[in-house]
């Protein structure tokens, strides 16, 4: 596949889950942490049932970098943490597969917040 139509399908894709999203935060009275939530169990579902790698193959980042791929992420270190530690890798493995990205989203919010002072909007 050409890089072109690579981007353009991940292009396609993640703005196809972006638009879902902000159609659910239209139409309904959905919060956008439920959403969040929505999404992310959507991930669990897909990778639980298998098909969230063949979606993975097609669409790339257009599907892991959305919290779908979160999702996905956690069920797959849990399914694998199961397979090798028993029952206990359903607590250990989903933060053990996600841990690097939790690590550095929270040293990244550390740094920006010493760079830029935040403060709350005046209305």
Do not use: N, W
Request: aromatic letters at 10%.
């Amino acid at each position: 596949m050409s890089s072109v139509l690579t981007y353009l399908i991940v292009f396609l894709i993640g703005g196809l889950i972006c638009s879902l999203a902000q159609i659910l935060i239209i139409r309904t009275r959905m919060t956008s942490a439920r959403i969040l939530v929505l999404f992310e169990l959507i991930g669990v579902f897909l990778q639980a049932i298998g098909i969230f790698e063949p979606i993975k193959e097609f669409a790339k980042s257009g599907i892991t970098v959305p919290i779908i791929g979160f999702g996905a992420s956690l069920a797959k270190g849990a399914i694998e943490a199961v397979a090798k530690d028993g029952i206990l890798g359903i607590f250990t493995g989903g933060i053990t597969a996600t841990a690097g990205g939790i690590a550095a989203a929270v040293g990244f919010a550390y740094l920006f917040a010493l760079i830029f002072s935040s403060h709350s909007k005046k209305t």
